[in-house]
């Protein structure tokens, strides 16, 4: 959600610093007006204010910005870790620069809060042993409940899905949360959020987790020298062989990238995220995958639809694995010719 709200501001400062200084809201941003009467009655001129943004926007919009805009801002908090690493990254890099740091919020959901951040800078968080009964499932055990171990059980470095039961009627509810054991402090667990158990693909039992497309896309695109400001992979289950496609939203850097230099890159950078996908491509059970470019904004514009159809914002994750075919027919929609 940072992401989106920064690169919205990237992209619009010019007409919200006129806002500010003059104490309107542009027509151009769509609201009921209702809403828009409202919050024209709590807000007032701040030309003052607009003065020192567009001294701050001066040198024009290619650095990192937040520092220039709020100078005291010392910490960005939310969640950041192995799933969304590609958006941490780009906000350090893009917005935020050098002097700000990250709180990541640990493994948190709306059922419940599992852990507490760990330190600062670190995707470790220290596990809540007491919030619930938790049990840990590998997560190559599939459904066998059998493999589920306690929290004297586990072993550092492995990857379990968490297992919750609560007095107020969950029992044994899986969460499809997978959580890594990075270590402990005395005997309480360090974890880390990794993935959705439920947004792994497995077109041929290759089982490519939403870490592992992560680490493909944000290191082609490092490689190709561009920012990443989405992505979506489609599993094409009626293709023989089935195939995966990759649905790049670069930034403007990124749009002159010659397609199949960057269909090789994907291709080379999934098959060392994730073996099996190699072994499935060369034992003939997988093509290799397509890839398609995605107009600019893409994903915010999907967000902002979601929203309007009544979803929450702060639940709202980003798209990376397509999952039905009103996603499917959103985002094919938007493919550059």
């Avoid at 919205?8 to 919200?16: A, F, K």
């Avoid at 005291?72 to 050098?98: C, N, P, Q, R, S």
């Avoid at 990238?257 to 890159?265: A, S």
């Amino acid at each position: 959600m940072l992401a989106y709200l920064l690169q919205y501001t990237l992209d619009n400062h010019e007409m919200l610093i006129d806002d500010i200084e003059k104490g309107t809201i542009d027509e151009s941003v769509k609201m009921p007006e209702e809403v828009r009467e409202a919050v024209l009655k709590q807000i007032e001129p701040m030309p003052e204010r607009a003065a020192k943004l567009r001294e701050a926007f001066a040198g024009g919009a290619e650095e990192p910005f937040m520092k220039k805009v709020w100078p005291k801002m010392t910490y960005i908090f939310g969640a950041g870790a192995d799933g969304l690493a590609v958006y941490a990254k780009k906000i350090e890099e893009k917005y935020a620069g050098t002097g700000i740091h990250n709180l990541f919020a640990g493994v948190t959901a709306s059922e419940g809060l599992w852990s507490v951040p760990a330190g600062v800078d670190t995707p470790d968080s220290i596990l809540a042993a007491g919030s619930t009964f938790m049990e840990f499932l590998p997560v190559e055990a599939g459904d066998d409940f059998s493999q589920c171990v306690l929290m004297d059980q586990v072993e550092e470095g492995k990857i379990y899905e968490l297992v919750i039961t609560k007095l107020n009627g969950f029992y044994r509810y899986r969460m499809s949360d997978a959580v890594k054991v990075t270590g402990f402090i005395q005997q309480t667990l360090l974890v880390q959020f990794m993935y959705r158990v439920n947004k792994t693909i497995s077109v041929a039992l290759e089982k490519t987790t939403e870490l592992a497309l992560d680490q493909t896309v944000e290191r082609a695109a490092a490689e190709l020298g561009f920012y990443l400001s989405d992505y979506c992979v489609y599993p094409d289950v009626d293709s023989e062989p089935g195939k995966y496609i990759f649905l790049i939203e670069p930034d403007e850097k990124g749009i002159g990238v010659d397609r199949e230099t960057l269909r090789k890159c994907i291709y080379k950078h999934l098959c060392e995220a994730n073996p099996r996908y190699l072994y499935a491509v060369e034992h003939g059970q997988l093509s290799e995958p397509d890839v398609e470019v995605l107009q600019p904004e893409t994903g915010i514009l999907y967000r902002e639809m979601m929203i309007y159809k009544g979803a929450n914002p702060s639940q709202l994750k980003p798209v990376h694995v397509i999952m039905n075919e009103r996603q499917k027919a959103f985002f094919f929609a938007l493919v550059e010719e």
